[in-house]
């Protein structure tokens, strides 16, 4: 699939969504084309979230040097598996930190909305604070833990969707 249409796409609003659809209902557009391009847009932000994950665990959770960069990668890795859910499930993208765990809690559950919220302010301390946290080292591996249950549960969320529509 062309990615510069893709690249394009990623950040489609609410309301280009809400005129897409409408083009579709006069025929202009295909359901179909629409929904692969979603469907597409939707992988690979999941695939993206998971290459941050991976990366993430490539790093040695006890080097304090690699602590903040694990937590900083597996918040990342649920932003994007956030992102994805979202547009499986509203058909727009919606990239705003602040209000995307609340949404993101609306749709999969609060315990989704709350892990990605309470990893973004831990996140912001490890990456602008001069200062780290003591407890940095069982941060980092719960980053790990958190980061993998909630990037597993947006995916298993996505697979489950489809094979019900």
Not at 7 to 16: F, G, N, V, Y
Not at 50 to 69: E, G, I, K, N, W
Not at 125 to 136: A, G
């Amino acid at each position: 699939m062309n990615e510069e249409i893709l690249d394009e796409l990623q950040h489609l609003t609410h309301s280009q969504s809400v005129l897409l659809h409408r083009l579709v209902d006069l025929g202009w557009l295909k359901s179909a084309h629409i929904n692969k391009l979603l469907d597409q847009l939707v992988d690979d932000r999941l695939e993206k979230a998971r290459s941050y994950l991976l990366f993430a665990r490539q790093l040695d959770v006890t080097d304090s040097v690699h602590q903040p960069h694990i937590i900083s990668r597996c918040y990342y890795a649920m932003y994007h598996a956030a992102r994805a859910v979202v547009l499986h499930y509203r058909g727009s993208d919606l990239d705003d930190h602040d209000r995307l765990p609340t949404i993101l809690g609306q749709i999969v559950g609060a315990r989704y909305g709350e892990l990605l919220g309470n990893w973004r302010k831990v996140r912001n301390r490890v990456d602008y604070s001069p200062y780290r946290p003591i407890d940095l080292p069982q941060l980092a591996s719960t980053a790990l833990q958190e980061g993998s249950e909630m990037v597993d549960g947006c995916e298993r969320f996505v697979r489950d969707r489809r094979g019900k529509l």
